[in-house]
């Protein structure tokens, strides 16, 4: 007997996901987001190992940000087929280590890319692409209504450091933190206004060195959303912490592919665990 908690899942993704089915059984499913005029989704994906977000417009536009560890290649390319991304117009790295970059140069080589951006702190990569550098204060509208603001522009393996974005559609406001440090956090504070976040990407797939109760209290975000890495120290601590603040919590490793569809200043959070997904096929 299938769990009530799947058949609710799936009747509600059934209203809201369009499954396009296969002309041939040798093609590939294709998830249909079925995107209103004006409406964005980025949905972060369920990776064995790192992260990788796909940000997609009504207008067909597909922006990546990272692309998962080595080991989670299969899983992002079968991904990147199922919600029907064979171009991405943009692609933005967050950090040289190899949970953000796995996949980088086999994206670069095999799929078409409009803009390449990298932080200034990979000035030395070589992939044979044009690129675009960020550092702090680089302002951004890869898409129509889509701004981005870099933060902090910073890398150090160490003090798990990485670039910082705050993204906002239409008054919705997505914190997209790669750093995990206390001292970084405490300067966004002192810099920045962050008590309008709706929506914080936690640093460092929950690296006990950032997301402090501080910097929380001062964002105070209604949801997180958590990254699987498979060795995180202090990650328990740091899922308290969150817990603590009453926000609701997403992460890849329990709830699947999780999708934030905004538009006009609301937002709305689905979720698509793989097995659900070949059930609805």
């Not at 002309?23 to 995107?35: A, G, N, S």
């Not at 302002?139 to 150090?156: A, G, I, Q, R």
């Not at 405490?186 to 810099?191: A, E, K, S, T, V």
């Not at 997403?250 to 006009?264: D, E, L, V």
Request: glycine share 6%; aromatic share 10%.
């Amino acid at each position: 007997m299938r769990p009530m908690w799947n058949i609710f899942l799936l009747g509600l993704l059934l209203i809201n996901f369009g499954i396009l089915q296969p002309e041939y059984p040798t093609d590939v499913e294709k998830i249909d987001l079925q995107l209103d005029e004006e409406e964005i989704a980025f949905t972060f994906l369920d990776l064995p190992n790192g992260e990788c977000t796909i940000i997609q417009t009504s207008e067909g536009e597909n922006i990546l940000i990272n692309t998962g560890s080595p080991e989670s290649e299969d899983e992002l390319l079968h991904y990147l087929k199922i919600y029907g991304i064979d171009e991405i117009s943009d692609l933005i790295i967050t950090s040289p280590d190899s949970e953000y970059t796995g996949n980088l140069k086999y994206l670069v080589e095999n799929i078409a890319i409009d803009n390449l951006i990298l932080p200034n702190s990979m000035s030395d990569a070589k992939l044979g692409k044009e690129t675009d550098w960020w550092g702090k204060g680089t302002k951004s509208e890869p898409v129509k209504d889509l701004k981005v603001l870099v933060l902090n522009e910073d890398y150090s393996k160490k003090k798990h450091l990485g670039m910082d974005l705050l993204l906002e559609y239409n008054d919705t406001y997505l914190l997209y933190m790669t750093s995990a440090d206390k001292e970084v956090e405490n300067r966004l504070i002192r810099q920045h206004d962050l008590s309008f976040v709706n929506i914080i990407k936690v640093g460092d797939f929950g690296n006990d060195t950032g997301t402090s109760k501080k910097f929380l209290n001062a964002c105070d975000p209604q949801t997180a959303i958590l990254f699987h890495k498979e060795t995180t120290y202090g990650k328990s601590m740091v899922l308290e912490r969150l817990k603590e603040t009453w926000l609701d919590l997403y992460q890849t490793s329990q709830k699947g592919n999780i999708t934030i569809k905004m538009k006009n200043g609301y937002y709305h959070v689905f979720t698509l665990t793989l097995d659900t997904f070949q059930q609805m096929s």
